[in-house]
């Protein structure tokens, strides 16, 4: 397989004119893109630099602590944007994590997981869903970028219909809500937005074999410019599953991907793809796979 960072970027023009597109059309943040105002800190404020201005923020990560931040709000369905530039260099081990969660025992919770590599090999983005307290819905691609050397997109689509992974604007994951067949969906809970910087180094590189190199610390990841265009949470269920203007991202015209981003994610799905829990007949027998790894995913 051709490194990740070398293959031809056939999609880029499309990507770049489809981000134009939903950034035109979609301008009801509810975020004020001020990381002061917005997040607090949940873990080691001496790791979390935070600009003068407010609208950046970096994660350190070194041998005596990790660092994360967490929403003051919970939202309950829409579009979450963050941009991201990883830890360079040596990053074995560590693991940046941007997620959303319910943060019960029966937890809801939407990841992507940025697992740290020996200098020069391309970082793995792994993604995985839990609903009502059940994950082990793992998924591992390659990025067709070096994400250390510049700040790319991440993003969550959620809505009643599906939720939606995608990496500037480009789908490379969909979970659709299956649930009334019998598949458990994040449909009910509010989630806070997290990130979090921690040392990973017992699973997070080449399954644990390759460790965190404190000599090479601090490590530190740069996050910038989000935006949060949901429905926060105000114990009204039925408010933020309605579909209307404002809540967007329910109409049925976003019940599944268009064909655009269809070629997108096949794109992704065939030259980056090295892991799917669907595939996994080692973990799973081939008659216990998941439910969902049988049905249509858009």
Not at 71 to 93: E, W
Request: glycine share 6%.
């Amino acid at each position: 397989m051709a490194h990740p960072y070398d293959r031809s970027k056939l999609f880029l023009l499309l990507t770049s004119l489809f981000a134009s597109i939903i950034n035109s059309v979609f301008a009801s943040v509810v975020s004020t893109g001020n990381f002061s105002s917005d997040f607090h800190i949940t873990w080691s404020p001496g790791h979390v630099i935070t600009s003068s201005d407010a609208h950046s923020r970096s994660l350190l990560l070194d041998n005596e602590s990790g660092s994360s931040f967490a929403s003051n709000d919970k939202f309950l369905f829409g579009q979450i944007d963050m941009q991201i530039k990883l830890v360079p260099g040596d990053s074995a081990g560590t693991v940046l994590a941007y997620y959303a969660t319910s943060d019960r025992p029966n937890r809801d919770e939407i990841d992507f997981e940025f697992l740290g590599n020996v200098s020069g090999q391309p970082y793995i983005l792994q993604t995985n869903i839990y609903a009502n307290g059940s994950g082990d819905r793992e998924e591992r691609i390659y990025l067709w970028f070096d994400p250390t050397k510049d700040y790319h997109t991440y993003s969550i689509f959620w809505n009643i219909y599906q939720i939606v992974f995608m990496v500037d604007w480009v789908p490379i994951r969909v979970f659709r809500n299956h649930a009334g067949k019998g598949v458990a969906f994040p449909r009910w809970q509010p989630m806070w937005i997290k990130a979090s910087l921690w040392n990973g180094d017992s699973w997070a590189t080449r399954g644990g074999c390759d460790k965190v190199n404190w000599s090479k610390g601090p490590f530190v990841a740069w996050l910038r410019n989000y935006k949060v265009d949901a429905c926060v949470w105000k114990g009204r269920p039925r408010f933020c599953r309605a579909e209307s203007r404002g809540n967007w991202w329910n109409q049925r015209k976003f019940e599944s991907l268009t064909w655009r981003q269809r070629r997108l994610f096949k794109w992704v799905r065939k030259y980056y793809l090295i892991y799917d829990y669907c595939q996994d007949t080692n973990r799973f027998l081939q008659d216990e796979l998941p439910r969902e790894c049988s049905l249509p995913e858009y």
